[in-house]
Each structure stands twice: as structure tokens, then as C-alpha cells.
């Protein structure tokens, strides 16, 4: 499995910004994909956004876009999560995850939870005035 470290939540107020830095580590090639969850108290969790690490093809969930990015840097192993215009419906304990390496054929659903092998501790993400 790889090991991966999430960092950057905290506390902002509504409209305010966040970035989220996910670490990867470990066996690092020919991982499929890095995806951001999270999940709020008493809700499943739910997909954010998700980046797929050969192409650099990213997707979102509909409630956050227009206002999260995705990105990587390769040379650090580090995947990011820039959150703008944040609302207190954001807030949640926010999870990054890494599926491992898929054959060309496989259908992966890049927003279900059950595709991904590794998973990181989680961050604090609270937005309240």
C-alpha cells in the first residue's frame, strides 16, 4: 500500500480559502489515481474530486465546482486540493486516497470508495463566521 498524509485544514469563515496537501509514499509507481472524499457528521462519504495520475484528467463533484481545484507536483509526490469560496456546507473531515495501478481495460469508477486501496488520516476542514 502506499502511504499517503493529508495537511491544510483548519478553521475559515464562509467565503475564505483552504489548501489541502496530500503527501504520497511508499511504492509510488503506476498508481492509478488520487482522489479527495470527505465526510460531514451523520453523512457517507462522499467524492470531491479525484486526479488521474497518468494523464492528469481530473473531475469533481457538482456541489464544489467552479470552486476546487485539483493539482499535482510530481517531484514532491504531493496532490493538492485549492479550495475557494468556501461554505459552511463544506465542512467535513476531508479524506485523500490512491488507487493502485489498473490494466488499460478495467473500468475504474474514480468516485466510489471502494476503488481505493490506501487512505490517509484525514484533516479538519470547519467554515464558520
Known amino acids: 500500500q502506499l502511504q499517503l498524509v493529508e495537511s491544510g485544514g483548519g478553521l475559515v469563515q464562509p467565503g475564505g480559502s483552504l489548501r489541502l496537501s496530500c503527501a504520497v509514499s511508499g511504492f509510488t509507481s503506476d498508481y492509478y489515481a488520487i482522489g479527495w472524499f470527505r465526510q460531514a457528521p451523520g453523512k457517507e462519504r462522499e467524492g470531491v474530486s479525484c486526479?488521474?495520475?497518468?494523464?492528469?484528467?481530473?473531475d469533481y463533484a457538482d456541489s464544489v465546482k467552479g470552486r476546487f481545484t485539483i493539482s499535482r507536483d510530481n517531484a514532491k509526490n504531493t496532490v493538492y486540493l485549492q479550495m475557494n469560496g468556501l461554505k459552511p456546507e463544506d465542512t467535513a473531515v476531508y479524506y485523500c486516497?490512491?488507487?493502485?495501478?489498473?490494466?488499460?481495460?478495467?473500468?475504474?469508477?474514480?468516485?466510489?470508495?471502494?476503488?481505493?486501496?490506501?487512505w490517509g488520516q484525514g484533516t479538519q476542514v470547519t467554515v464558520s463566521s
Open positions: 486516497a490512491a488507487i493502485g495501478y489498473r490494466p488499460p481495460w478495467v473500468v475504474v469508477r474514480t468516485f466510489d470508495p471502494r476503488e481505493y486501496e490506501s
Open positions: 486526479i488521474i495520475v497518468s494523464d492528469g484528467t481530473t
